[in-house]
């Protein structure tokens, strides 16, 4: 059976009235940049850090061959065979599954929104970065220039330039104050770029495509190089990859492999099936789903050696910095002569010292300088790229050239994936009948842009950090796994297992064999279930808290954990309602009309209407 057969689509239609990729290349560069984003630089190497290290990877790749790959080539080859976007996908598959699609759509506005604030922070620090010296290394002067202002010396000049030069942040999420024309500024030039990268579809995209796939992947091998060759390097990369199996034992680790898999590979966005469906349809999706799924995970695994060699380099500098202040103490207080006898025996020295004078050396107040402490301040995502890599930066010879390399590299990798966000919301927008085909696509890219940097305003107020958080962990998060579920089992229990297989065999020439067959029936919905359990377990134990900045408070850093209020928590839940209900609001639509349409019908019987008819006395 024939894909346009089983579908009652003309084939000269289905090849003919879309545009394609200029070449495979293309298409898989576009698939590549559009998972490769910036998680894999600055989460994966955190959840490898937190969670024992290379014992980490075997839940990882558990994930990644039962839910990530099969998930993937379902994605690809629905795409590919229908080659319609997200909303026609589903529509075609059965009208009461259209929800799925439009669920989609609203998610990759929502994720768009505060995925390009991200790129928008991101452009403000390079900007920034060809000061010099580079205005996060050093804390300013107060108004009396007689010293620090107090919040930066409290804190660090790293986090006094992020949380107050960067972000201008409130203490409370209630307190939303005024735009910061700054970031305003940024955010309308992350939308221009993005009108202007995506302003003729995939016409466009695929010429910008070239660079911002591939460019990330230069700068990361520069970072190796010069990363492998610090002092430092080869603590932080035995520090993340050294295993540490009874971790394993821990259900968030399996949770969190498995949320993370699934998120670092775009799935459920409607941009795959976008990308796929400007594919020939005889094109090897299974190839393809292997290949991009592969190369978007030996991604995480490369990126963590440079950000871990510099984070190494940080560990061991700041452990020295700790022991040179400890030996000029012993040193002022002991009249010892030569620093250097100290700093080769230090150890020793101090076992020593501690041994006969215990009174003096209490009273010196010595820090604890453990290399382990210094390694274990982790941090991920803002927290890594902004807080932790920035400081690491500063201590780099050249830190002004490292400092642009690294912006521009999480730029790209951005822009790359707000391709595929952005493609998931123009495709299926200008296939509905809501929008006439006439609309030029210049003018339907213009007006997602202007609405979507208009909405995102929210997001450069005073309180916008917060409210970013609050969209990428309750819109970018729960939506996801539920619009999948009800992608694999639509697929396999609505269009059919045989049919869709069929389908696969017309498209790449062999039938999918026994893995592909047991991940899309059994596996990957039951995986996906008890991630969705787990997930929802884990939140309700306990109360939704958010870190807000607080400069007076007594801590480091300079921030406590507070409580969502009652309206916002309303908040959080509509983000996770407002993708997920369009499913069963479109099947109850479908439901409804199909009972009053076999009423209608029932109506309009003769024999019904012989029967209503007046009788005659």
């Known amino acids: 059976m024939s894909n346009a057969q089983s579908l009652d689509i003309p084939e000269d239609l289905q090849e003919d009235d879309r545009p394609k990729w200029d070449n495979k290349f293309q298409y898989i560069l576009s698939c590549i940049g559009f998972a490769v984003g910036l998680g894999n ?120 330039f992020w949380y107050r030069r960067a972000l201008n942040i409130s203490s409370d999420i209630t ?33 910008a495509i070239y660079v911002t796939a591939t460019f990330p992947y230069l700068v990361l091998t520069i970072f190796l190089i010069r990363g492998l060759t610090l002092p430092g390097a ?14 394993l034992k821990n259900p ?80 002022n207080e002991f009249d010892l002569p030569d620093q250097s006898i100290l700093r080769d025996n230090y150890t020793a020295w101090l076992e020593f010292l501690n041994t006969t004078h215990p009174k ?26 902004f807080i932790v890599f920035t400081e690491a930066i500063i201590l780099m010879p050249g830190s002004q050239g490292w400092a642009v390399l690294f912006f521009i590299m999480l730029f790209s990798l951005g822009l790359s994936s707000m391709f595929g966000n952005i493609e998931g919301i123009l495709t299926p927008l200008s296939e509905v009948r809501i929008i006439s085909k006439s609309v030029p696509k210049e003018v339907l890219s213009g007006i997602i842009c202007l609405i979507s940097f208009v909405t995102a305003l929210c997001f450069t107020l005073r309180s916008g950090s917060y409210w970013l958080e609050v969209f990428d962990s309750y819109a970018g998060s729960l939506p996801l796994l539920i619009i ?27 039938q999918p064999n026994f893995y592909w067959q047991v991940s899309w029936r059994i596996i990957s919905p039951l995986l996906m279930l008890i991630v969705f359990i787990a997930f929802v377990t884990l939140q309700t134990q306990k109360q939704p808290s958010y870190g807000a900045w607080n400069p007076k408070y007594e801590g480091f ?20 309602v407002i993708p997920c209900i369009s499913i069963p609001t479109v099947a109850f639509y479908h439901l409804i009309k199909r009972v009053l349409g076999r009423r209608k019908r029932k109506d309009l019987n003769p024999v019904n209407t012989l029967s209503m008819a007046p009788q005659e006395n």
Request: glycine share 8%; aromatic share 14%.
């Open 41 to 160: 630089v600055w989460r994966f190497p955190y959840l490898c850090q937190i969670y024992g290290g290379g014992a980490f990877l075997i839940p990882y790749f558990i994930a990644l061959v039962f839910e990530g790959i099969p998930l993937f080539h379902l994605e690809l080859a629905i795409g590919q065979s229908m080659r319609k976007g997200s909303i026609g996908v589903w529509n075609n598959i059965s009208p009461y599954l259209g929800g799925v699609g439009i669920g989609s759509l609203m998610v990759s506005f929502l994720v768009s929104l505060y995925y390009n604030t991200i790129l928008a922070w991101v452009m403000w620090y390079f900007v920034n970065s060809f000061q010099e010296p580079l205005p996060w290394s050093i804390c300013p002067l107060n108004g009396n220039r007689t010293g620090y202002i107090e919040e930066c010396h409290k804190s660090t000049s790293v986090n006094y």
């Open 175 to 207: 307190d939303s104050g005024n735009l910061q024309w700054w970031l305003v500024l940024c955010l309308a030039s992350s939308w221009a770029i993005v009108y202007i990268c995506i302003i003729r579809g995939i016409e466009s995209t695929g010429k």
């Open 252 to 331: 968030r680790v399996w949770l969190d492999a498995a949320t993370q898999i699934f998120f670092s590979l775009s799935l459920a966005f409607g941009g795959l099936i976008a990308f796929s469906s400007y594919n020939s349809q005889k094109n090897d999706c299974e190839k393809d789903a292997v290949t991009i799924a592969v190369v978007n995970s030996m991604t995480s695994i490369y990126a963590s050696i440079p950000i871990f060699s510099v984070l190494g380099f940080k560990a061991i500098t700041g452990h020295w910095d700790c022991l040179d202040r400890n030996i000029i103490s012993i040193i």
């Open 484 to 510: 999948s579920f009800f992608e694999v089992t639509g697929v396999v229990y609505v269009y059919g297992i045989k049919r869709f297989s069929d389908d696969v065999k017309w498209m790449t020439g062999r």
């Open 360 to 385: 003096k050396i209490a009273g010196l107040k010595l820090r604890n300088c453990d290399l382990q402490e210094f390694l274990d301040q982790s941090a991920s995502g803002t927290g890594l790229a």
């Open 234 to 247: 080869t603590e932080g990369l035995v520090y993340l990859f050294t295993p540490n199996l009874n971790i």
């Open 557 to 576: 850093p300079m921030k406590e954990e507070k409580d969502y209020p009652a309206w916002i928590l309303a908040i959080c839940v509509l983000l996770v």
